[in-house]
């Protein structure tokens, strides 16, 4: 299988990724191996091997397969995935697990479909941006271990001390939703990661975003809003809206955002727009 190359973050899993690679080395001898030092690295490799690669696996978590999937953004190149973050979001939404043996059945295969992507102020993203809380959250947890528990911890501790973000529409249609928020989300698909459903009514390849608008909500509240988003229950009520749109502008007192669980300041105004059925992904 000479037409297909893996990215590995080497700094995914805890660095355990030898077991994966020493897997794939045995069945597709053939196939071209990179192991990614820095996001530059990996987007120099994708350019050098554009022309003779068809499939580009990227072996990592969510900013991995952000840092891919840029690249193939409008090519006829298909994106792979083997997750190996820590919420390994996009990679629920899509259906890839770390089964190596189906993995390789569908590199075989070689069956696709077109997606949706979007940008923030023209910065790329594939699975749920944010800003607000989740923004100050992922801040915070980069500079931790990382894994579910940290990140769990971090968001306890970011709660109680976060004040609320007022973000204004600078569309007429829109500034009924003019207000106070926790958080703002822009959902490609419909999970953070860890099956946390932010969004349960997403779809990659609508041609629309949806955008969850999260007050602050008294502390009583945490255990049912998690719940319901853990079970895909999420509904509009009085601490939580959505807009769907292919594409927004506005205006919001905080740079703390994230796009696809990395970590990134952005100043206002934001513009947000859809990239309808700009990558090609592989499918079962």
Same mark, same amino acid.
């Given at each position: 299988?000479?037409?297909v ?9 805890h660095?355990n990724y030898?077991?994966?690679?020493q897997?794939i080395e #045995?069945q ?5 191996i /990179? %192991?990614?030092? +820095?996001? @530059?690295g990996?987007?120099?490799?994708i350019e050098? =091997?554009?022309?003779?690669i068809e499939?580009f696996v990227a072996v990592?978590g969510d900013?991995t397969?952000?840092?891919?999937a840029q690249?193939?953004v409008g090519?006829?190149?298909i ?5 190996m ?5 996009f990679a629920?939404?899509t ?10 059945l569908?590199?075989?295969?070689k ?7 979007f940008t923030?102020n023209?910065?790329?993203s594939?699975?749920?941006a944010?800003?607000?809380?989740d923004g100050?959250?992922?801040e915070?947890?980069? #500079? ?6 940290? /990140? %769990?911890?971090v +968001?306890l @501790?970011?709660?109680?001390k976060?004040?609320?973000? =007022? ?6 249609k829109?500034?009924k939703h003019?207000?106070?928020?926790l ?6 698909t419909r999970?953070f990661g ?9 779809s990659?390849?609508?041609g629309?975003?949806e955008?969850?608008?999260?007050k602050?909500?008294?502390f ?8 319901r ?6 509904i509009?009520n009085r601490?939580l809206?959505y807009?769907?749109?292919?594409e ?8 703390l955002?994230?796009?696809?669980g990395e970590?990134n300041k952005?100043t206002?105004?934001v ?8 990558l090609?992904?592989l499918?079962?």
């Open positions: 299988m000479q037409n190359a893996f990215i590995i973050n080497p700094f995914s899993s660095g030898q077991p994966f690679l897997e #045995k597709l001898p053939n196939a071209l /990179y %192991i990614s030092q +820095s996001i @530059q990996t987007q120099d490799f050098d =091997h554009k022309e003779e499939i990592g900013g397969i952000s840092t891919v690249m193939l090519t006829d190149r994106l792979a995935i083997f997750p973050g820590s919420g390994n979001g629920n939404e259906h890839f697990n770390k089964n190596i043996q189906q993995l390789i569908k590199l075989k295969s069956k696709s479909q077109t997606i949706d992507t923030v023209g910065r790329f594939i699975n749920v944010g800003v607000g809380f100050a959250v992922i915070a947890f980069e #500079k931790t271990s990382r894994g579910f528990k940290n /990140y %769990i911890k +968001s @501790q970011t709660f109680f976060y004040k609320p973000i =007022h973000i204004r529409f600078l569309d007429e829109y500034q003019n207000g106070k928020y958080m703002l989300n822009v959902a490609n999970q860890n099956n946390a459903y932010i969004a349960p009514q997403a990659h390849s609508d629309l975003l955008l969850a608008l999260v602050k909500f008294p009583s509240h945490a255990p049912s809003f998690a719940y988003m853990f079970t895909k229950k999420l509009p601490y809206d807009i769907s749109t292919d927004i502008q506005f205006e919001v007192d905080s740079q955002w994230h796009l696809d970590f952005i206002s105004p513009h947000v727009k859809i990239q309808p059925r700009s090609t992904i499918v079962s």
